[in-house]
């Protein structure tokens, strides 16, 4: 059974920095893109970061870009997102997925979610 397994989530002040981690088990970790999804109610989920099979490649959505760095460890299994200089709007359930393609064009597993609130 595959298991996608956040952490790291909780409330932290506008400004401040958190860091999210994902464990995965039951599949061949470095065969997989791996990536984080964002929802914040009444919004669609948006993809907020992505990282290639062996780690050299990234991408960061326009929202993120110089606040959150995506990066994995395959000898642990485990992506992290950094996120530093965290606004409220960034407040949302955070995903992590798995995906057999790149630029992940779909999400093969995906996480429970990690809640991240950022108040002002």
């Known amino acids: 059974q595959v298991q996608l397994v956040e952490s790291g989530g909780g409330l932290v002040q506008a400004g401040g920095s958190l860091r999210l981690s994902c464990a995965a088990s039951g599949l061949t970790f470095s065969r997989y893109a791996m990536g984080w999804f964002r929802q914040a109610p009444g919004k669609e989920r948006e993809k907020v970061a992505a990282?290639?099979?062996?780690?050299?490649?990234?991408s960061h959505a326009d929202s993120v870009k110089g606040r959150f760095t995506i990066a994995r460890d395959n000898a642990k299994n485990t992506v992290y997102l950094q996120m530093n200089s965290l606004k409220p709007e960034d407040t949302a359930v955070y995903y992590c997925a798995a995906s057999s393609t790149w630029p992940m064009w779909q999400v093969d597993y995906w996480g429970q979610g990690t809640q991240v609130t950022v108040s002002s």
């Open positions: 990282i290639r099979w062996g780690g050299g490649i990234t």
